[in-house]
Each structure stands twice: as C-alpha cells, then as structure tokens.
C-alpha cells in the first residue's frame, strides 16, 4: 500500500517484536470494513442489532475490569522526568520500553496484526497529521475507520515523509495489573497494552490527538486542546465559532449538539457542531485562531443522553454505530441504557452480560458505557467541518462542575488572566476514568489527564500563543451550568438553554454588550442574559442575580487551593500566575467594581 519506507521498516520491526500470524493493511475500502465486520461477528466480538430499527449498529462488552480509561497506568516516558511533569505518570524511555518490549514480544501469535494509516484532520490542512496504529484487535480497527480518515488516502497524505505517529496496541491478556498506557513525546510513539476499552486503544484519540500532539503543538506553535468546537448562527446568517474546554463528562458532548431553545429557533439561529472532544488550534493567514476537529466520529457517553438531554447525540447513533458496555435489549434486539427512557425492560443481558430487568438492583448499563458513531450521521454537523482551513475562533469558554462557587459565566480581563482562569478550572471526578479518589480536582483547560508534558510549561504555551495572536486572540470565559440551590437541584435548566449564556458570550465578542466588573472577571448585567420562556422553569432575573453572585468568601477557601495546587509546581511555575493570584486576593478585598462597556 505503500512504499514508505519510513513506515515499511517500522512495520516490520513491530511485526518481528509481536509476531503475527497474519498482517492486513486497513486500505479503508468499504469492502474491506464489510468483511471485517462479518468477522468480528463471526467471532463474537460484537453482535449485529435490529437491522430495522438500528440499522448497521453492532453491541460490544469490554472485560469487566477494563472499562474506563486508567490514569494510574498511563505514562508520559520523556527522557527527563521534569519534562513530563509532576501532574503526569513518568518513567525513563529506556526503562519503559524494555518492560513493554517483554509484553509485547510473540503477543500477536496467533494473532492478526491489523495497519492501520489515519489522518487526524482534514487532508490537505496544515493542521493535520498522519498517524500509523498497529493493533491485533478487530474492534479497534471498526472503530477506528469510524473516528478517523483511515487507509490508503491517509499514507497517500503521508507520502514519503517519516512524520508520523507510531501507535502500537495489543489487547494482550486483558491484565490489569500489566496495563499500559504510554506515550514517547520525543519519538511520536504510543504503546498501549493490555486493554480493549477505546480511550486506551484508538490511539488517534486521547493518546496522539491530546498527549501527543499537545507537545507537537508546543514545538510548531500550535495547540492540541480537549475541546469541543461549535458554532452559532444568528437570523442575518453569521456564525460565530467558539472552542471550549471541559473536563470529562461535564456534558460537552451535549453543548457541542445543543438545540436552541423555542424563541432563539424561531428568531432563525442555529447552532452547529464541528467537534465534541478535540480542537487542534494554528494561527491563520489573517492572524486570528482557526480549529479543526482532528477526528470523523464521536465516541460518547450514552448514559443520560436522551431526546431531551441530546437529541442530535441520540439521533447519531440510530444507525451504523457501534455501542459498548450498554443493556442488550433481547426483546427487539436494540440497546436500552439508564436516562435514555422510562421503558421497563424485560427481557435483556446488562453491561456485564447477566440477565437483567429493569427490577434488577444493579444498573444496566455501566456509566461509562459508550457510542461509537460518524460525525455526518449528526443532524447539526457544521458544513465547515471538513474545511481544510478550520473555522475561526472567537471565544474560548472553560467550565466545570462546582456546586457553590463558580457564577454562571463571567469573562477572563485578558488573555493572561484568561489562561489563569483555565489554569484553576476544577470538577468533580467522573468515571470516564478509574483509580480517582471522589471530590473536587483541578483540572487546568480540562487537560489534566492529557497534556503529554509539564503542565508548567503548557501554560507558559498559552502565555506565548497570547504574544502571538496579540489582539485577534479569542476572549476567554469561563461557565458553570452545575449551581445547586440548597437543596443539592441544578438551578440552571442547562442543555439548550445554555445557548442563553452562549448568546452573552457571542454579543460580548462582537463587541455588542457591555458587562460588570466583578472580583473574577466581567460578568453579565443580569438583564442581559436571556430568560424569555424561562417562566415555566421558575426562572426569574433574581435567579440570574444569584447564579452570577461572586461569594468571596468561598472564592478566598479556593485562593488556598489554588495556592496548594501551584506548589506542585515549584519554580516552573510561570511567574504571571503569581501575580494573577496576588491581584486576585487584592479584588477580593475589595468592594464591587463598575459597569463596563
Ligand atoms: C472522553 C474523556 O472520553 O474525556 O472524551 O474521558
Ligand atoms: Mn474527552
């Protein structure tokens, strides 16, 4: 397929460490993806569902110990430890790679060894990259073809250069205990073994398209971001995009599809997805900050989603999806999982494979049990999604989860506070990843488990990307959709009344409404967030007082968090955050500033 030999001799060398029985180049045909689905059928790796109502859609169960991402076996092995970072797992290259070279000698005995080239990024961009994973699992390889431009056309966009990613994967034994996840930064290389759950298997995804590309971006002046990329459209036809960061299971998934409300869709906006995981940001021609979605698919969380909690998520995956880890409904061979609908079932096998009913004490589904579907099978796909040039970057919005202290959405003062208010970003853990403790935890611009390098210097990135754009650099916000009344209940109806706060956000780039000066940034006057057909859920303009009130004595508790957290950081710290905090604490002290245009 290729005569690369860049890739022909590192082909050849995995082959001759795992030895295969066969090698089967992915030329990413639609023959070829048929046959091998039939095979994974015929192998029982997953099962076909109702032809007539989940058309092309396959079931698929993990081992039950290998269900999540696993951030205590992930490793990023740069030659010095300082460079990976004290948020980040690190081992030496050499020590590394003797260990897994252990593993995965003979593993694939027996075994297919599946090639496949991908390309994270529309082909023809500047933004995106090639990358090669080898890997013996089949379901890999389906899902791959579904999140990534994979075959012939990737090694075509490749042509003779030897830039690319080298990820080599092995279901292995499933061992949890010889798990591993890791990175070489300086080698473009990702070994992974001893799982067959995705976000530690397509390799395109967490491992190159964050970790990976994360230091690429910091060499070539780019940035690799867990973001998600959306646009919206007002009634004259403009779209402003917007790119943000949130940390796993915060509901971007749901933000990136969201269905304007009834008064915004009648007024004529829309709003489109270009991404619901991954922005790959480059300076543009005209100076400004253009994203690309790197990948073809989304691989979401389908616990909780939902006609009303996400429509066009749920919609996506009616057809050609692959789900995993969900119930197996065996009444009318569909899926079934907890927050999709009130149906009782009956008659059906849950995550695990048991029988179950919906009178069963445990849940169905596992909470991190997932979809697989393409990116044009979304009803509000952006037409700009596969543009080579990416869209423009207006806005850059971080959020999390805090029930108390964060206001609805307030606005960064510039972009060096922008990049403090990402760097102290913090949520509740989820289990979109195992071996977390429960509780809060900063998770700066939702990277923590994903930046493939020091973290003090990521920042220090930001800082510089700031120099570079100078004044097209996008604004920053900040959101919390998660307040809580005293009660423990959301206060914010969230899903596609978040356009409301996002319609804020667009007026104030554009240069269309003023704000006020509050201790941590600009908020909304009240008045200007839109609560039009809002009555119904008991929302008023003082529930909006109240969700942008800035609490300064919760918010001086987070200064002394903030503050522990930093001193992981020593010396590399950059100096800005230790201004940034002291004028901070000064604000705190202060009495409430003015209103600003
Ligand atoms: C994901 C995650 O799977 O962030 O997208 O965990
Ligand atoms: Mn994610």
């Known amino acids: 397929m290729t005569a690369n030999q860049n890739v022909l001799n590192w082909v050849e060398e995995m082959k001759s460490l795992t030895k295969p029985d066969k090698v089967v180049w992915i030329d990413g045909s639609g023959e070829q993806i048929d046959l091998l689905r039939k095979q994974a059928v015929d192998e029982g790796v997953m099962k076909p569902l109702n032809p007539e109502k989940l058309p092309g859609c396959y079931i698929h169960r993990t081992a039950v110990n290998d269900v999540a991402r696993v951030e205590h ?51 023809g961009s500047n933004l995106s990259k090639v990358g090669i994973e080898i890997t013996d699992s089949i379901y890999v390889v389906l899902n791959m073809v579904i999140m990534a431009r994979c075959g012939q056309k990737a090694l075509e966009f490749l042509g003779d250069s030897n830039d690319f990613v080298r990820g080599l994967h092995s279901t292995g034994e499933l061992d949890d205990e010889n798990r591993y996840i890791t990175h070489f930064p300086e080698d473009n290389a990702i070994w992974s073994i001893n799982s067959g759950y995705g976000g530690n298997v397509l390799l395109g995804k967490k491992c190159f398209a964050l970790r990976i590309a994360s230091c690429q971006g910091r060499k070539e002046n780019w940035m690799a971001e867990h973001m998600l990329i959306l646009g919206i459209e007002n009634p004259q036809g403009e779209t402003t995009y917007i790119a943000a960061a949130f940390p796993s299971q915060c509901g971007k998934t749901n933000l990136a599809m969201l269905i304007p409300p009834e008064g915004y869709k009648k007024a004529g906006y829309k709003v489109w997805c270009v991404g619901d995981d991954i922005a790959w940001l480059r300076q543009g021609k005209d100076g400004r900050l253009w994203a690309i979605n790197p990948e073809t698919g989304f691989f979401g969380v389908a616990p909780g989603t939902n006609m009303k909690s996400n429509p066009n998520a749920l919609i996506s995956t009616q057809k050609d999806t692959i789900f995993a880890n969900v119930v197996h409904n065996l009444e009318d061979n569909t ?131 700031g120099k570079l754009l100078g004044k097209n650099a996008p604004k920053i916000f900040n959101v919390n959709w998660f307040r809580t009344d005293d009660e423990g209940n959301f206060i914010w109806p969230g899903y596609g009344d978040n356009l409301r706060v996002l319609d804020w956000i667009v007026e104030r780039v554009n240069g269309k409404v003023g704000a006020v000066e509050t201790a941590i940034g600009y908020g909304p006057k009240p008045e200007n967030i839109n609560i039009d057909g809002l009555e119904k859920d008991g929302i008023t303009l003082e529930t909006i007082k109240g969700l942008l009130m800035v609490d300064k004595s919760l918010w001086k508790e987070d200064v002394n968090s903030i503050k522990q957290f930093y001193a992981k950081f020593g010396d590399r710290l950059p100096a800005q955050f230790r201004e940034q905090l002291a004028d901070l604490e000064k604000r705190l002290a202060q009495p409430p500033g003015e209103e600003v245009d």
């Not at 790679?97 to 390309?119: E, H, N, Q, S, W």
């Open 73 to 123: 076996r992930t490793f990023i092995c740069s030659k010095k430890e300082e460079d990976a970072g004290p948020t980040n797992n690190w081992c030496a290259p050499d020590e590394m790679y003797a260990k897994l070279r252990a593993l995965f000698d003979g593993v694939m005995k027996g075994r297919t060894m599946y090639v496949i080239p991908f390309c994270m990024g529309p082909y």
């Open 335 to 465: 899926v079934w999982w907890e927050g999709l609908n009130k149906e009782p079932i009956t008659n059906a096998l849950d995550w695990k494979g048991n029988p179950w009913t919906s009178d069963s004490p445990e849940k169905g589904a596992h909470s991190n049990g997932r979809f697989t579907s393409h990116v044009s099978n979304c009803p509000c796909i952006s037409p700009e999604y596969d543009n080579p040039a990416g869209v423009p970057i207006s806005a850059i919005v971080f959020g999390g989860r805090r029930a108390k202290t964060a206001p609805l959405v307030y606005q960064a003062f510039d972009w060096e506070h922008g990049v403090f208010v990402g760097s102290i970003m913090s949520s509740e853990t989820t289990s979109a990843a195992i071996g977390l403790a429960a509780g809060v935890r900063r998770d700066p611009m939702a990277m923590l488990p994903f930046c493939g390098y020091n973290m003090a210097d990521y920042w220090r990135h930001w800082f510089d990307m």
